[in-house]
């Protein structure tokens, strides 16, 4: 099992460009989210989604937009980049214990 | 609302003496609670959970951590540090909220440093 895996690893985007980062999970887990990593502030929710069909804003929505194509995948897509979006996104995945499953990252810089 | 609060920032330890990582939190309900750990450059591992079951919770590599509801807190320790600690440590806390759904909040993480 590969467990949540992300691409692509790293990104350089310029400001206005678009990008969509891919996330998948082969756990069958319901749930999966993505966050943003930001130094010294932790992981900040972004978008989630309970279950194949549905997505829910989290803490930081603006500017993104998310799909769950499948109950495998869960895309982020950056429509318009914009500096404030450098990051490092995770994407993750659960089961009903609430334990989650991360991926390795996204290293996205946004000039 | 819920939040965490991880009490240090940064903690340099000596190679084989005890470590302590310090979070506290607030909930609204019963929470579930986690230390995760994220070594550089690489995605977040859990640690232990805490659950409503025993409030001393063991996790891999030999990390516990004890739930204090009194003292709203969930620190981590492990009683000799190793060269491989060295990491970030994430407390989390997760909870139903208002329209039913698990909402998760990270600390800010502390950064542990273990000197040789």
């Known amino acids: 099992n590969a467990g949540v895996t992300q691409t692509p690893k790293f990104q350089v985007l310029k400001t206005g460009q678009s990008m969509t980062l891919q996330c998948a999970q082969d756990m069958n887990h319901n749930s999966m989210y993505w966050y943003r990593q930001d130094p010294g502030m932790g992981l900040r929710l972004i978008y989630y989604s309970a279950s194949e069909g549905t997505t829910d804003k989290g803490e930081v929505p603006n500017g993104y937009n998310v799909s769950r194509l499948n109950k495998r995948e869960f895309s982020l897509r950056l429509e318009s980049a914009a500096p404030s979006q450098t990051s490092v996104y995770f994407c993750?995945?659960?089961?009903?214990?609430?334990?989650?499953?991360f991926g390795p990252g996204t290293r996205l810089t946004v000039l | 609302a819920q939040s965490v609060t991880q009490l240090d920032s940064h903690v340099s330890v000596s190679e084989g003496t005890p470590v302590l990582l310090r979070c506290n939190y607030s909930s609204s309900y019963s929470p579930s609670l986690f230390w995760y750990v994220q070594h550089p450059n690489k995605g977040l591992q859990l640690l232990l959970k805490?659950?409503?079951?025993?409030?001393l919770v063991k996790g891999i590599n030999g990390f516990e951590a004890e739930f204090k509801k009194s003292e709203t807190s969930f620190h981590l320790t492990k009683p000799s540090a190793h060269m491989s600690d060295a990491a970030e440590y994430f407390c989390?806390?997760?909870?139903?909220?208002?329209?039913?759904?698990?909402?998760?909040?990270f600390g800010s993480g502390t950064r542990l440093q273990v000197q040789p």
């Open positions: 993750a995945s659960s089961d009903a214990s609430d334990e989650q499953f």
């Open positions: 989390v806390v997760t909870q139903d909220g208002d329209t039913g759904r698990r909402a998760l909040t």
């Open positions: 805490y659950t409503s079951a025993a409030t």
